[in-house]
């Protein structure tokens, strides 16, 4: 195996001039000039020590400068992540699903889901918070295998979700509702082994605005289409701007 090769020395050339004075400083004959000559080598090659140790350690703090940055970045980035995502389902916070559909409100439409798991309270009161929790945590699970990859899925409240859905037209569109409908079987097909072996549901109200909308007002009509679907018997689909619940599916 070949041993790594050195790092060029920076300083060749003047370790090559002081070779050269030490050689004249060998062969010479007067005396005053010799001693003049190996002082002044002395002096440059400590010169050069010094030098190259202030240089290695310029280069080790360098080093040091770009990791600690590097750790900076990573911190900066980490707070930036728990500003922004909900720290038990690492989905987007209320805050920032809200700021997130103002801004695409501002070049385009987009369509709004709001979710919310069915008889919750009872979960949470029934066997505990901690089962709550794994709920919550598996609801996610479940509407993260069925979202397309452009949509934003963020926790508003407890046990309420809303998903948002950039681009398309034409009320909730039967794309829309068929992606709804896809994520309501997710979770009601889903195993969360409850102490009692009952089945986990959820409520989906769904809105469309056009570009140049706000967050609170489609908001306010997926809620008003989920209270729909939760009155008329839970575990469907409404759609805002049908205002009737889509057949539930075997």
């Known amino acids: 195996m070949n041993a790594p090769a050195l790092p060029p020395d920076i300083f060749e050339a003047e370790t090559q001039a002081l070779r050269s004075a030490r050689a004249v400083h060998a062969g010479g004959d007067d005396a005053p000039c010799r001693q003049a000559l190996g002082e002044l080598a002395n002096a440059y ?16 703090t360098e080093r040091e400068m770009s990791g600690l940055n ?5 911190f900066a980035a980490e707070l930036e992540y728990r500003a922004t995502h909900d720290p038990l389902t690492g989905v987007l916070n209320r805050a920032a699903i809200i700021e997130l559909v103002n801004r695409t409100f501002e ?5 709004l889901i709001v979710l919310d798991i069915d008889h919750f309270k009872r979960v949470n009161d029934s066997f505990g918070h901690p089962v709550g929790d794994r709920v919550i945590v598996g609801v996610v699970s479940c509407l993260k295998r069925v979202l397309p990859a452009d949509a934003h899925l963020g ?6 979700f809303t998903v948002l859905l950039p681009g398309g037209s034409g009320g909730c569109g039967d794309d829309a509702e068929a992606l709804a409908e896809s994520m309501r ?3 009601e097909a889903h195993d969360f082994s409850l102490p009692d072996g009952s089945p986990v549901t959820a409520s989906f109200g769904m809105s469309r605005a056009p570009m140049g909308g706000r967050f609170d007002a489609a908001y306010a009509l997926a809620d008003e289409a989920l209270y ?3 009155r008329g018997g839970r ?3 409404v759609c805002a701007a049908l205002q009737t619940p889509t057949p539930t599916l075997p």
Do not use: M, P, W, Y
């Open 107 to 111: 070049h385009r439409e987009l369509l």
């Open 155 to 160: 926790r508003v409240g407890g046990e309420e």
């Open 70 to 74: 590097q750790r900076l970045q990573d």
């Open 228 to 230: 729909v679907a939760k």
């Open 235 to 237: 575990n469907q689909v």
């Open 185 to 187: 079987r997710a979770i």
């Open 45 to 60: 090659e400590r010169l050069l020590r010094e030098t190259r140790r202030l240089v290695r350690r310029s280069d080790r």
